[in-house]
C-alpha cells in the first residue's frame, strides 16, 4: 500500500451550470474522455445543468477537465463545482447517461 509508482484512482464529480444543454456539450466531454482514457458518465440535469462524474488518476481527471474547459463549450459554462471521491470502480467506458 501507498508505495512509490501505485496508481490512486479517484473519482470526481463536477456540476457545470450555464448555457450547457444543446451544445454539444456531452459529445465533447465523451470525445475527450476516450482519448484520456477516463470512465464514467455525463448527463442532463431538469434544472439546466450538466452532470459529469469520472474516474481515473487525479491527474488525469485535471487534465480531462482542463481539456474540456479549453474546448469550444467552455464559452457556455457560466459556472462549475468540481468534488472528489473514492472511486467506486463501477464504470465501464465513459457514456453519455439518460
Known sequence: MGHEGSR??????VSFKGCVQGVGFRY??????VIRRISGFVRNEPDGSVALSA??????????????QSSHVSRYIDHLNVSWREAGGTFRGFVIAR
Do not use: K, N
Open 8 to 13: 490512486q484512482i479517484v473519482r470526481m464529480d
Open 28 to 33: 465533447t466531454a465523451v470525445s475527450i474522455a
Open 55 to 68: 474516474e481515473g488518476e487525479r491527474e488525469d481527471l485535471l487534465a480531462f477537465l482542463s481539456d474540456l
